[in-house]
């Protein structure tokens, strides 16, 4: 502290010398050649050097006050700059950073984006501490977030306090009695994973790029749950609304920044597409999400809804439960919408990139797939009867697969950022409350330490000497404590589900000059990959 305060007054004194010699220069002007010369190459009159001087002090010490810790704020990196605190060290993908970081720092490491404070935290220990046994506290969610421009905190994933327990609870009681993990839900899926098959055999076995048809096929599923309805592959309005909900997840991706830095968002010119993105998220509720919903009020009021067995049904029935009893302040048709987008944003891009991560990986380690194919094989025989989720506990290696997968790719590797409902002290360190709290999973999924060689993608970790699934406390793909994902159980059965299909019906190969596609995805909000292109021929 003291250091930089003398640093500020020798700043001061600088221009106030400065000021002080221009004035000498100007009262002093015809008395030599030099001094006139000297006068008229600087322009900067007494008024301007003060304020000059002001200006650049006052700065300082805004930088030094923004980026100061406060008294047992965790330790962290130095090199904080103005306004973008530490943001310019972490780079395109932030998970090498941290590692240093935590190597140096330890399990919990403060730094500065833009002037909020952040938190990461490392380990599984630590994680299963601050998300499991202090729920109460780190269970919220920033506020205010990159979407809540448009969400208003509602919903279920952006929410907190008594909205979001609200809303999980008559999400979770939904999808329970939907059938979510049970064989009822795998009996919605096998439709369209048999349309799904149909559409990579129209491929001929030629090179092709999955993303568009997997993406479609995957929210298909979130469209049949939520309102018992899917669309053709070739449906144009669909199309241009899954193109909408792509662009609109980058645009939230790339501009999570404003979040610690609120006024870039006003800046001349839009440059971190806002508006784009809030316009693309009024889109698609206004012409998808918005006119489903009011179709199934107009049936409630035809006395039709009993014929109806979806999400919305029976949200719409809690509803009106809710305001029968006078207490419809959070389940109303607005909250509804929002957990309708977090269902479709959350459930469509993660899955569809595990599953584009899956191929890849196949397309590595084609020993591996071939040993998927010979668990399928053994469990169901060499016809192509569709597996069963009573399959999956015969399928140990299918199930290793899966898990190593979802830790060596890591879909969602930071997880979703917390926030600590209160100042409160955690580990020894005073963490502020409106700190951003990062929960790295990387950290815990790619341990080398319980991981040897955590880059290989090796399913034998996860099966022990007696030939079983071994269980791995490390194994958090889907982060936990109370905000863990909640479609957590149809992301499992649908990676089950699709994987073992599509390994039953086609051997997944590269392109005929035997390109493979990138180990290195693009870091946002969901660890995506990158464009690729795969041949699928049919197994005969």
């Not at 000059?52 to 090199?79: D, I, M």
């Not at 060290?89 to 833009?114: C, E, S």
């Not at 039953?504 to 870091?523: K, T």
Request: negative net charge; aromatic residues 10%; proline residues 7%.
């Amino acid at each position: 502290m003291g250091e930089r305060i003398l640093i500020s007054l020798l700043l001061w004194f600088c221009f106030w010398l400065v000021a002080s010699l221009q004035s000498f220069s100007v009262t002093d002007a015809s008395s030599t050649t030099t001094t006139t010369t000297i006068t008229n190459n600087n322009n900067m009159d007494p008024l301007t050097a003060s304020i000059a001087c002001v200006a650049l002090t006052l700065t300082f010490l805004w930088w030094w006050v923004s980026t100061s810790r406060p008294p047992g704020f965790p330790p962290g990196p130095g090199g904080a700059l103005p306004i973008i605190g530490h943001a310019h060290l972490l780079g395109r993908d932030p998970r090498a950073q941290f590692r240093a970081w935590r190597q140096a720092h330890g399990d919990v490491f403060g730094l500065y984006m833009g002037g909020r404070p952040m938190v990461v935290l490392s380990g599984q220990h630590v994680l299963r501490e601050a998300l499991v046994r202090q729920a109460d506290v780190f269970s919220h969610r920033p506020d205010p977030s990159v979407f809540d421009l448009v969400t208003k905190s509602k919903g279920v994933g952006e929410s907190s306090g008594p909205v979001w327990k609200v809303q999980r609870k008559i999400t979770l009681e939904a999808l329970r009695n939907l059938g979510m993990g049970k064989n009822l839900m795998a009996e919605k899926l096998h439709e369209e994973i048999s349309e799904f098959l149909s559409e990579i055999r129209s491929k001929d076995s030629q090179p092709f790029d999955p993303t568009r048809l997997i993406q479609v096929s995957v929210s298909n599923n979130i469209c049949s749950i939520s309102f018992g309805k899917r669309f053709h592959y070739d449906d144009q309005h669909f199309l241009k609304l899954q193109a909408a909900l792509e662009e609109m997840l980058q645009i939230g991706g790339r501009a999570s920044y404003i979040v610690f830095v609120p006024f870039l968002r006003y800046l001349p010119g839009d440059l971190f597409h806002i508006e784009r993105g809030i316009s693309l998220y009024n889109y698609i509720t206004d012409t998808f999400l918005i006119p489903i919903i009011e179709q199934h009020v107009q049936n409630h009021k035809k006395g039709l809804e009993e014929e109806e067995e979806d999400f919305i049904s029976a949200y719409l029935k809690e509803a009106r439960l809710a305001q029968a009893k006078g207490t419809a302040d959070y389940v109303n048709e607005f909250n509804l919408q929002k957990v309708l987008m977090d269902l479709f944003a959350g459930g469509t891009d993660t899955t569809n990139s595990a599953l584009r991560w899956a191929i890849i990986y196949f397309l590595h380690y084609p020993e591996v797939q071939e040993k998927c194919h010979q668990d399928i094989v053994r469990v169901i025989g060499p016809n192509f009867r569709p597996p069963r989720m009573a399959d999956r506990a015969e399928m140990t290696y299918i199930e290793a697969t899966i898990h190593e997968l979802l830790r060596v790719a890591e879909v969602v590797p930071l997880g979703i950022a917390h926030a600590p409902a209160r100042e409160m002290t955690f580990q020894g360190y005073t963490i502020p409350k409106d700190a951003y709290i990062i929960p790295n999973l990387n950290s815990v999924l790619h341990d080398p330490e319980v991981w040897p060689q955590p880059e290989v993608f090796r399913p034998e970790r996860f099966i022990g000497e007696d030939g079983k699934l071994v269980k791995v406390d490390h194994f958090l793909p889907f982060s936990l404590g109370r905000r863990v994902c909640l479609g957590e159980s149809l992301a499992r059965m649908e990676l089950f589900l699709y994987l073992t299909s599509m390994v039953q019906h086609f051997r997944f190969l590269p392109p005929e000059d035997g390109q493979l596609p990138s180990l290195e995805g693009d870091i946002g909000l969901v660890h995506v990959p990158k464009p690729f292109l795969v041949r699928a021929v049919p197994r005969q």
